[in-house]
């Protein structure tokens, strides 16, 4: 069992930063890939970014390249999501993930067990 509490969301204009933080419970974080997802007003869940077990093996939604940068602390049991250049579009409650079967995080959520409860970011003009 694996529980994931996100942190770090909040209200901020564009062109601004935010981080948001997942800390995850449970011995099988370090075996998990981890991804972070994103859910818009009015639209389904998307993939924003993974990173496979020990951090080496990173992607990104093409929308959010050379803004936002996912790492890993396993010592820490946590996944970070280091938001830049904040657009409008990218308002969206914040979901981070855990897959214990596989190697790397996929885009594909029905491949991860575990999500957390999700934290709001909103961006405005």
């Known amino acids: 069992q694996v529980q994931l509490v996100e942190s770090g969301g909040g209200l901020v204009q564009a062109g601004g930063s935010l981080r948001l933080s997942c800390a995850a419970s449970?011995?099988?974080?370090?075996?998990?890939?981890m991804g972070w997802f994103r859910q818009p007003p009015g639209k389904e869940r998307e993939f924003v970014a993974g990173i496979s077990r020990f951090g080496a093996v990173k992607s990104y939604r093409n929308s959010v390249k050379g803004r936002f940068t996912i790492s890993r602390d396993n010592a820490k049991n946590t996944v970070y999501l280091q938001m830049n250049s904040l657009q409008v579009e990218d308002t969206a409650v914040y979901y981070c993930?855990?897959?214990?079967?596989?190697?790397?995080?996929?885009?594909?959520?029905?491949?991860?067990?575990?999500w957390g409860q999700g934290t709001q970011v909103t961006v405005s003009s």
């Open positions: 449970g011995r099988t974080f370090s075996s998990s890939a």
């Open positions: 993930a855990a897959d214990t079967s596989r190697y790397r995080g996929t885009e594909n959520p029905d491949d991860y067990d575990y």
